[in-house]
């Protein structure tokens, strides 16, 4: 949609007293009210190519200017050329700032969701008809026919009317904003009005009254009579006198400063005005009526009173805001006057019913500690709980607002787990560093809630760099962590046959997430109380601010990193254990192999003996009987582990498998080394068919045999100690990296339905170019077995069950899906480089057997250095590892089929899911927005719809990885 427009609005508050001005950062419009000046700039955005990038590149090149002059804040609003009556571009140019001098940029938020495919759209439309059409009725007859002006198709309506318009949709808590240009202020505030008076409810409302500087710098009454020819009901002006010069009263500031204002406003003709020392914030109150719009925006012109760069203002005043007034009707006009009985009503359904039970439960934790004997810590407890009261308060006027309740939701769940969890770890409220962060990043997620595009209309000197984070995307994130987590939790709560569930079986655990986005360089999530034994889980997730702009991807990222800690079944822990413990065998079998080839070929002097050698290792069982040996000891230790109610946690698993690699070791090694010797020498002489030599040949190659071979058990058992202690816990943290990891991209790829393409972009667009690189040129090394791994695992899940998924997703993935892709992509591409390399290591894995070939694998082992310090990591192309790895993930996948063939209600949270990531991998940005709308509403819908005594914090059943 080339139409889609993407504007920056910012406003501006001078640091008063302004200093020297930058003229780089020139502003383009003076403001009149409570802001000082408006910059606004068209943002080129390629929704499809691009996401909302741009958006954070512009923000990135506004901070880059440096201004020291001013603070200020930005919305980012969106809308089509197609649902105005002209182009955006037409409507900010400075030929219509001439044609229309007068700009008010109005926000609106309304009660209820725009939702539906043309939601969003229609409410726009629905704003600039209604302006239209009152713009329309003109009462003051024709233009002046100079201001007339004639260009290209839809430039100007050919009918007369007061001023055009354009609507525009945001991502902020203001939903809407409607900006008019016209030549006739009272039309612009007649307009204003109607707008509020729409079958949907405004519930806040802000107008900004704007002025071109280009304007300002030629306004006279010879260009622009009509100006001068309307008046404003009344203005008041408050302000704090500059201190600049102590030898001046401040009193007599201001009122010489209004004494110079009144005569520009008025000249001779004096009319009712009047000054007021005031106590509070402001030192004097201005009011004065009936003033002339032209003499007014005169004062905001260079060498005006009121214009901020000038050094009169700056000699007058600290700070000044301007109010400018219109007529209220009577109440008989409005209906009359409000009843006792409708206030009381609607008072009694204002209540924070949700926040006070968490009231009621902090209160009883401070009374417990206020009444403990004890004295320990009990300052540094006050202090983190009185903190926690404060957020309290701060989220019931979430609660208690009029408004859409998405912020509330969002924060409202991880609050209630922090004070649950609270009232029962009192005791480690002083001493708890990750509490303290947790507790810093709820308030300053809080605080970036509260301080959005509704509140910075109240608040000078805010930078939006460092506060400011779209309102709709930040909690829209939020949310969608809960539903993947109701959802992840639910897949686990399906009982399957044939899937074991000893792990966990019967231990019910909820999980809460906060998500606060900040000042860090890349996503990570963190726990608070990571004891197995905790059942609730508070989750802190971390997210560079940039990443709320990725709209297409951060929702991936989000969804893989729940995976890791909510979700029992899919995760296979058992199988994941086995399949460890057996790699381990494996890569422990190829490293003693090659380290006995290597030692014998070394000393070999007289005969050749490689090729019989590397046979002779190929034929060997040996791999079978240490595995065999070491699964039998692994029962022994896992039975007097059972103390431990989770046996295949990581962390556990990987103890288990080093207690019995040492076991095995202890009783076993030197016989399963001393027999794999015996039958290589027995081969070698079969190999190499000595009974055809002559006597004294076949002795002399027996010797050269038992030479090479003799005395090499005792290294070899040297070598299996040195491989337990020093490699035996990085192999382990490896294949934890590839397992875990792959799992959550597994049930990341399934739950979403992602093509093979999206998810290797995802890759591509997620970590290389938000990071600023050109190109991709170092994929870590361990992401392309990983990614191998998935793939794999998808394609063999949809060719094994391709009824079950839709049909689009059944052919992104059926046969070879990556020879297909990497085929069709331009070898330019960074994807192809990607997708070239798994590929690769695809076909390298199923060819590769690396015992039958053992010269050609590259061991970890390093002989001159006696130690494992080779960087190499070869094993992982070896196919019995490959068969293990994937044999993992696809019991991975085909536990999670199961369970959504068995629940419907679970396949269609799924769907559910799918289908809003869906609309935001489109090309329009509207279409993503307007899922992001849609997405919330069911949020709130679906929290509006539970039973009003429901306890706070919500219980879901899962586990951690």
């Known amino acids: 949609m080339d139409r889609e427009v993407c504007r920056s609005i910012m406003f501006i508050n001078y640091h008063i007293p302004v200093p020297v001005i930058d003229e780089e950062n020139e502003i383009e419009y003076s403001a009149v009210g409570f802001f000082d000046g408006m910059n606004t700039e068209r943002i080129p955005v390629t929704y499809g190519k691009d996401d909302f990038k741009p958006l954070w590149e512009y923000s990135m090149r506004k901070m880059k200017m440096k201004q020291v002059s001013y603070s200020y804040q930005n919305t980012f609003a969106f809308s089509d050329d197609g649902w105005n009556s002209q182009s955006d571009e037409i409507f900010w140019s400075e030929d219509t700032n001439e044609q229309y001098p007068l700009t008010f940029v109005t926000f609106f938020q309304l009660k209820d969701y725009k939702t539906g495919q043309s939601g969003i759209k229609g409410m726009c439309k629905k704003f600039s008809k209604l302006a239209e059409e009152k713009l329309k009725d003109n009462e003051s007859g024709e233009f002046p026919d100079k201001k007339q002006k004639k260009g290209e198709s839809g430039k100007f309506p050919e009918k007369k009317q007061d001023g055009i318009v354009y609507s525009y949709y945001t991502v902020d808590k203001n939903d809407f904003v409607v900006c008019l240009k016209c030549m006739h202020y009272e039309k612009a505030v007649e307009v204003i009005k109607e707008l509020h008076n729409i079958e949907e409810r405004v519930i806040y409302s802000y107008a900004v009254f704007v002025v071109s500087n280009k304007v300002l710098s030629e306004l006279s009454g010879e260009k622009y009579p009509e100006l001068f020819e309307q008046s404003m009901d009344s203005i008041c002006l408050k302000g704090i006198a500059n201190s600049t010069d102590q030898t001046i009263r401040l009193d007599r500031k201001y009122r010489s400063l209004c004494d110079r204002l009144v005569e520009q406003l008025y000249g001779n003709d004096k009319k009712d005005n009047r000054l007021y020392d005031i106590l509070g914030d402001d030192d004097f109150r201005f009011i004065a009526r009936k003033v002339n719009l032209g003499n007014l925006l005169l004062q905001f012109a260079p060498g005006g009173l009121l214009c901020y760069t000038e050094s009169v203002f700056r000699f007058y005043l600290f700070s000044s805001s301007l109010v400018i007034n219109t007529d209220t009707p009577k109440i008989e006009k409005l209906g009359g006057s409000i009843d006792e009985a409708t206030i009381n009503s609607a008072m009694e359904s204002a209540e924070a019913t949700r926040c006070n039970q968490l009231q009621g439960m902090l209160e009883q934790i401070i009374d417990d500690i206020y009444t403990d004997a004890g004295t320990e810590g009990k300052e540094e407890k006050y202090s983190c709980l009185f903190a926690i009261w404060q957020l309290l308060q701060s989220l019931k006027a979430l609660e208690l607002a009029p408004t859409k309740k998405y912020d509330f939701w969002s924060l409202y769940d991880p609050l209630s787990m922090?004070?649950?969890?609270?009232?029962?770890?009192?005791?480690?409220?002083?001493?708890?560093?990750?509490?303290?962060?947790?507790?810093?990043?709820?308030?300053?997620?809080?605080?970036?809630?509260?301080?959005?595009?509704?509140?910075?209309?109240?608040?000078?000197?805010?930078?939006?760099?460092?506060?400011?984070?779209?309102?709709?995307?930040?909690?829209?994130?939020?949310?969608?962590?809960?539903?993947?987590?109701?959802?992840?939790?639910?897949?686990?709560?399906?009982?399957?046959?044939?899937?074991?569930?000893?792990?966990?079986?019967?231990?019910?655990?909820?999980?809460?997430?906060?998500?606060?986005?900040?000042?860090?360089?890349?996503?990570?999530?963190?726990?608070?109380?990571?004891?197995?034994?905790?059942?609730?889980?508070l989750m802190l997730i971390t997210s560079p601010e940039r990443y709320l702009y990725f709209l297409r991807w951060t929702p991936l990222i989000l969804a893989h990193e729940v995976s890791h800690f909510v979700g029992r079944q899919p995760r296979s822990r058992e199988a994941r254990h086995f399949a460890w413990l057996e790699c381990c065998v494996r890569v422990l079998v190829l490293e003693e192999e090659r380290f006995r080839y290597d030692s014998i070929v070394d000393d070999m002097t007289g005969c050749d003996l490689a090729l019989s050698l590397e046979k002779a290792i190929a034929e060997t069982s040996v791999y079978n009987e240490v595995l065999?040996?070491?699964?039998?000891?692994?029962?022994?230790?896992?039975?007097?582990?059972?103390?431990?109610?989770?046996?295949?946690?990581?962390?556990?698993?990987?103890?288990?498998?080093?207690n019995t690699f040492r076991k095995t070791g202890e009783n076993d090694?030197?016989?399963?080394?001393?027999?794999?010797?015996?039958?290589?020498?027995?081969?070698?002489?079969?190999?190499?068919?000595?009974?055809?030599?002559?006597?004294?040949?076949?002795?002399?190659?027996?010797?050269?045999?038992?030479?090479?071979?003799?005395?090499?058990?005792?290294?070899?058992?040297?070598?299996?100690?040195?491989?337990?202690?020093?490699?035996?816990?990085?192999?382990?943290?490896?294949?934890?990296?590839?397992?875990?990891?792959?799992?959550?991209?597994?049930?990341?790829?399934?739950?979403?339905?992602?093509?093979?393409?999206?998810?290797?972009?995802?890759?591509?667009?997620?970590?290389?170019?938000?990071?600023?690189?050109?190109?991709?040129?170092?994929?870590?090394?361990?992401?392309?077995?990983?990614?191998?791994?998935?793939?794999?695992?998808?394609?063999?899940?949809?060719?094994?069950?391709?009824?079950?998924?839709?049909?689009?997703?059944?052919?992104?993935?059926?046969?070879?899906?990556?020879?297909?892709?990497?085929?069709?992509?331009?070898?330019?591409?960074?994807?192809?480089?990607?997708?070239?390399?798994?590929?690769?290591?695809?076909?390298?894995?199923?060819?590769?057997?690396?015992?039958?070939?053992?010269?050609?694998?590259?061991?970890?082992?390093?002989?001159?250095?006696?130690?494992?310090?080779?960087?190499?990591?070869?094993?992982?192309?070896?196919?019995?590892?490959?068969?293990?790895?994937?044999?993992?993930?696809?019991?991975?996948?085909?536990?999670?089929?199961?369970?959504?063939?068995?629940?419907?209600?679970?396949?269609?949270?799924?769907?559910?899911?799918?289908?809003?990531?869906?609309a935001m991998t489109g090309s329009s940005i509207y279409t993503a927005v307007q899922a992001v709308e849609d997405f919330l509403e069911s949020f709130e819908q679906g929290k509006t719809s539970v039973a009003e005594n429901e306890n706070p914090g919500l219980q879901f059943a899962g586990n951690q990885v």
């Open 418 to 537: 922090l004070i649950q969890i609270l009232s029962r770890k009192m005791n480690e409220l002083s001493r708890s560093k990750m509490l303290h962060e947790f507790i810093h990043k709820i308030s300053m997620t809080l605080h970036g809630t509260l301080r959005t595009d509704i509140q910075f209309f109240q608040i000078r000197d805010f930078n939006v760099i460092v506060h400011y984070a779209p309102a709709k995307l930040r909690a829209f994130y939020s949310l969608w962590v809960v539903k993947v987590r109701d959802f992840y939790n639910a897949l686990s709560a399906v009982k399957l046959e044939n899937v074991s569930d000893s792990d966990d079986a019967g231990k019910e655990r909820s999980y809460s997430f906060v998500f606060s986005p900040g000042m860090v360089k890349e996503v990570s999530v963190r726990q608070l109380y990571e004891a197995y034994e905790e059942k609730q889980k």
């Open 669 to 918: 090694m030197e016989h399963l080394i001393s027999g794999d010797s015996g039958g290589i020498q027995r081969f070698m002489q079969m190999d190499l068919k000595l009974e055809k030599l002559s006597v004294e040949e076949r002795y002399r190659v027996e010797e050269e045999i038992r030479k090479v071979t003799y005395g090499r058990d005792r290294t070899l058992l040297t070598f299996w100690t040195r491989y337990e202690n020093e490699f035996l816990q990085s192999i382990l943290a490896l294949l934890k990296y590839l397992t875990v990891e792959g799992h959550a991209d597994l049930i990341m790829v399934l739950s979403l339905e992602l093509s093979l393409e999206c998810y290797l972009r995802s890759f591509v667009e997620s970590t290389v170019r938000q990071q600023g690189d050109n190109g991709v040129r170092n994929w870590n090394s361990m992401l392309i077995p990983r990614v191998a791994l998935v793939t794999e695992a998808v394609r063999s899940i949809v060719n094994k069950t391709p009824n079950f998924f839709e049909t689009r997703f059944v052919e992104a993935w059926s046969g070879d899906p990556i020879r297909k892709m990497a085929n069709t992509l331009p070898k330019s591409e960074d994807l192809f480089e990607l997708a070239g390399y798994v590929l690769v290591y695809q076909d390298r894995c199923r060819k590769t057997d690396y015992q039958k070939i053992i010269r050609h694998y590259k061991p970890m082992y390093n002989r001159k250095r006696k130690k494992f310090v080779n960087t190499e990591t070869a094993f992982l192309q070896d196919n019995v590892i490959w068969s293990l790895l994937n044999g993992y993930m696809l019991t991975c996948a085909e536990v999670y089929v199961a369970a959504l063939e068995k629940n419907e209600a679970l396949h269609d949270m799924q769907r559910q899911l799918k289908q809003t990531y869906e």
């Open 628 to 658: 065999e040996c070491v699964k039998r000891n692994e029962k022994a230790v896992r039975k007097y582990e059972q103390k431990s109610e989770y046996p295949f946690h990581s962390r556990n698993s990987i103890r288990i498998i080093r």
